[in-house]
């Protein structure tokens, strides 16, 4: 009956048996391997067409700028979405050229070195703000939202994610 699904669905399918299974008091000795897949590889162009569809939105240019600035967050310093939603001005430390990742995933801290360009960027950014306020003052939907907007607008298959998949891709590939 199963033999058409996709191995992600008979993963899950096995794991709510086996934790049913466990509840019941029988033990289910089953085993099924996830396939490991790599994460959709990112072309710098895709990327220069999201920032352009951003940049001809017809809005705000405060607007424009906190959404490149997503832009660059994922792409230089590789944050995750929620990561970049409860960012404050006192996690960047301009004189010693790094941001502090507060209770990330796994609730750990980790501190991103700062490029030349994001270090420009934020400066810029948050002048005037109090050490306390949040840096960009968005939800993590929202920033998914933008995102999936932009992409939808620059005619590119990118989301939230994508931007920390050409991070990563970016640390890989300058060795």
Same mark, same amino acid.
């Given at each position: 009956q199963f033999t058409n699904h996709q191995p992600t669905t008979l993963y899950r399918y096995n794991s709510i048996l086996k934790t049913f299974m466990a509840w019941y008091g029988e033990k289910l000795e089953t085993k099924i391997r996830m396939p490991e897949r790599l994460p959709d590889y990112v072309e710098q162009d895709d990327i220069e067409k999201l920032k352009q569809a951003m940049r001809s939105k017809k809005t705000h240019k405060k607007v424009i700028e906190r959404n490149l600035l997503i832009i660059e967050l994922g792409l230089k310093a590789g944050? &995750? &979405? $929620?990561?970049? $939603?409860?960012?404050k001005v006192k996690d960047i430390d301009f004189t010693r050229n790094y941001l502090v990742v507060r209770q990330g995933k796994g609730m750990k801290d980790r501190i991103i070195d700062l490029t030349p360009t994001l270090h420009e960027f934020l400066e810029q950014y948050v002048k005037g703000k109090t050490t306390e306020e949040k840096i960009l003052s968005v939800a993590p939907s929202t920033i998914s939202g933008i995102i999936r907007w932009a992409a939808k607008k620059a005619g590119v298959d990118i989301h939230a994610h994508s931007l920390r998949h050409f991070f990563g891709q970016s640390l890989i590939d300058t060795g």
């Open positions: 944050l &995750r &979405r $929620s990561e970049m $939603s409860y960012l």
